[in-house]
Structure formats: structure tokens, C-alpha cells
């Protein structure tokens, strides 16, 4: 028995320590061997954004820059990897609430860095027209006979290899939200003047959202924060080395990563410089559990504007996220009950506003989509 509960510790204590909360930065290197033009465009990235930052005075912008998301959902029968609209949803308002800085975490933001953290003035909406110009909700499944995918060929992101090919890459953030092995819980593409063919955002479905089939710590949907980061242009902020450059110069120079939750400050000092605020472990792009993250900082938010300017600029003129309306996955069920309206941005709406798109969500997981005219 005694060596029964040993092993199960053990066990326990290596799963625990083998999630990978981020494979960004891997998957991006493996992608660099095996496609010099990506790793020669991506050499180019931080002077082209230092000159695009120097032509455009950010706050004269005022633009809210919406960003058209399609969630493909990679299901294998007798699983709980097909999750319900309603999960998907839950990760479109965290995305919003999160770069809007209007998530309700704000409040542990410490103070000597209220100043600097930003709204972004990015919002997401999940498409309201598919590649061909037909209506969609945004969430295309596939069921699959793949049980697990890795990064290590990429094949959710491959109708031919059990997984589905993406979307136009410049005109749709693609999210795949899949069984991925080996613990991890997400990886991205960066942005450059060549984009991959598989540019998009892949988040294990175990951390996709905040409710349904997610596990803690990661329970938060700030994985998929955490990537979308990386997607706009975003470095990790220890740059990657030791005490390296995240080229971003309002947050400090940090050793490495950050795991759990610490108590501010933390690492004091740490990378031979004075630094009594220590690290912004609670940044986006640090590695600590989802309820610890709460903010981007304004330099940030410069870089992602800029990177989406010069490489993802077809979202500044989008019009896929409103131009139709659709009814997502209604059922016939008499006896649901609505128990939240929200807007196409995730916004809770306090009351049925009239000439506008909704969305209509029920208690056995189910949305629809409806627009009340008067
Ligand atoms: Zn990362």
C-alpha cells in the first residue's frame, strides 16, 4: 500500500512538473530549421518595428482594432475534447477582458505599475463569415481519429492529416484547440513579413477558456492570452536567455521564468542592476498560473499595434466579424434556459438591446446568435 502511495506521489509530482506552459519559442526554432525565408524575415522584425513606432504617434490612435477569430475544435469520439460553445465563448470574453483591461483582476496589478499597464485597444470577435462568404458562428469541428497532436509536424493544422487545413491566414486568427501531448498547453506563431502556413494559435483543450473541460492552475483562459500575445509579436520577458531582452523597454529585465504565484516584489535585483520592484511576474507573458497574470504593459501594446500595421494589416479594414447573422447550434430543447446575454465582443449585455447582434447563451451549453429589430 505504503509503495502504492510513493509511486502515486511520485507520479503525481512528475505530471505536475511536466506541463509545458508555453512551446512558442520551440516550435518557432524548429520551424527557423526548416524554413530559412521565415527565420531570415523574422531577423528583421524588431528594427522593422522600431521604425514603424518612430513614423506613428500611438496616442493619437483611438481605433479599436478587431481582430476576426475561427476556433476550429479537433474532437476524437468518446472524449470530452469537443467543448461546448459556451467554453469557446468564455475564452473570446477573457481575450477582450484581458485587452481591454477590463478584467476584474486588475485590482492586483501592483501600483508602482498601474501607470503603465495598457488597454490595448484589441478586441476579438469570432467570424461571422466563413472563407466562401457564407454565414458561420466562428466554430468549425472536426472530428478526428487522431488522439493526440504535437508541434512536431503540426497535423491539426492539416485537413489530410486528421486535423483541418486553416482559414486565410490574413484574414483570420485561426485557433486550434485540440488534445495536444506531452503537456503542453500552447503555442504560436510570430509575426513577420513572411507568415507561416500555419500561422494561427494552438491551445490544448484542457486550458481553452474558463469553464467545461479545464484543468488548474491553467483553468483562467490566460493561455490562450499568453499565445495571442506571441501571435501579436510578443517575446516572453526574460527574451528567451538568461536576464535576456524581451525588446520591450517598460518591463524590467528579468531572469527567467516565473511559475506559481510569488508575492510582489520578487527577484529583487536580480539581473546584477537596481531593480527593487523585481520581476512583473503577473505580466502576460511570464509563466505563472492564470489567476495570477493580470496585465500588458504599454510598451506592449505598442509592439502588438505595430506588428499588426505591418504584418497582420487586413484586420484593420476587416469586415468579417458583423456582417451577418447566423443561429449557432440550436437545438430543439423546450426547457433550456438563457442565462446570459453578451455581445459579439463578449461584453455582458444588461438588457436586449434592439438593431444589434447578441448572443443568446443557455444552460445546457448551447448559443444562438439573434439580432432584435424594432
Ligand atoms: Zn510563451
Known amino acids: 500500500m505504503r509503495k502504492t502511495i510513493v509511486f502515486y506521489f511520485i507520479f503525481q509530482s512528475f505530471f505536475l512538473h511536466s506541463q509545458i506552459r508555453c512551446a512558442s519559442d520551440h516550435y518557432m526554432s524548429s520551424l527557423f530549421q526548416i524554413n530559412n525565408l521565415y527565420k531570415n ?8 518595428i522600431v521604425q514603424w513606432t518612430s513614423n506613428n504617434n500611438q496616442k493619437e490612435s483611438i481605433n479599436i482594432i478587431t481582430i476576426p477569430v475561427v476556433v476550429h475544435v479537433i474532437w476524437e469520439d468518446n472524449t470530452d475534447e469537443n467543448i461546448s460553445d459556451m467554453q469557446i465563448l468564455s475564452q473570446i470574453e477573457i481575450l477582450n477582458k484581458d485587452f481591454r483591461r477590463t478584467n476584474i483582476d486588475v485590482i492586483n496589478t501592483p501600483s508602482v505599475w498601474n501607470s503603465i499597464a495598457a488597454d490595448c485597444e484589441i478586441e476579438f470577435c469570432l467570424a461571422s463569415v466563413d472563407p466562401y462568404g457564407n454565414a458561420t458562428s466562428g466554430i468549425n469541428r472536426v472530428k478526428t481519429s487522431v488522439s493526440t497532436f504535437n508541434l512536431i509536424g503540426d497535423k491539426m493544422k492539416s485537413t489530410n492529416e486528421g486535423g483541418t487545413d486553416p482559414w486565410p491566414i490574413n484574414d483570420y486568427l485561426n485557433i486550434w484547440v485540440c488534445d495536444l501531448s506531452g503537456g503542453i498547453l ?12 500555419g500561422d494561427g494559435v494552438v491551445v490544448s483543450y484542457k486550458h481553452f477558456g474558463d469553464n467545461g473541460t479545464v484543468e488548474p492552475p491553467y483553468h483562467k483562459g490566460r493561455t490562450t492570452t499568453h499565445e495571442v500575445g506571441h501571435y501579436l509579436g510578443l517575446k516572453h520577458l526574460w527574451g528567451d536567455s538568461n536576464c535576456g531582452d524581451d525588446q520591450i523597454n517598460d518591463t524590467p529585465t528579468q531572469q527567467g521564468e516565473n511559475n506559481d504565484c510569488p508575492g510582489f516584489p520578487h527577484n529583487q535585483n536580480s539581473c546584477g542592476t537596481q531593480n527593487l520592484n523585481g520581476d512583473m511576474f503577473m505580466n502576460y507573458m511570464d509563466y505563472v498560473n492564470d489567476f495570477c497574470m493580470n496585465m500588458f504593459t504599454q510598451d506592449q501594446k505598442t509592439r502588438m499595434v505595430a506588428s ?39 461584453r455582458k449585455q444588461s438588457y436586449e438591446k434592439k438593431n444589434t447582434i447578441n448572443l443568446y447563451i443557455f444552460d445546457d451549453g448551447t448559443v444562438e446568435k439573434k439580432i432584435k429589430i424594432n
Open 186 to 197: 500552447g503555442y504560436a506563431t510570430s509575426p513577420s513579413n513572411f507568415l507561416s502556413s
Open 308 to 346: 499588426i500595421n505591418l504584418y497582420r494589416n487586413n484586420f484593420l479594414t476587416q469586415t468579417i466579424c458583423n456582417s451577418s447573422t447566423s443561429i449557432i447550434n440550436s437545438t430543439n430543447k423546450q426547457n433550456k434556459k438563457l442565462i446570459r446575454i453578451i455581445d459579439i465582443l463578449g
Open 41 to 48: 524575415s523574422q531577423r528583421n522584425v524588431n528594427k522593422e
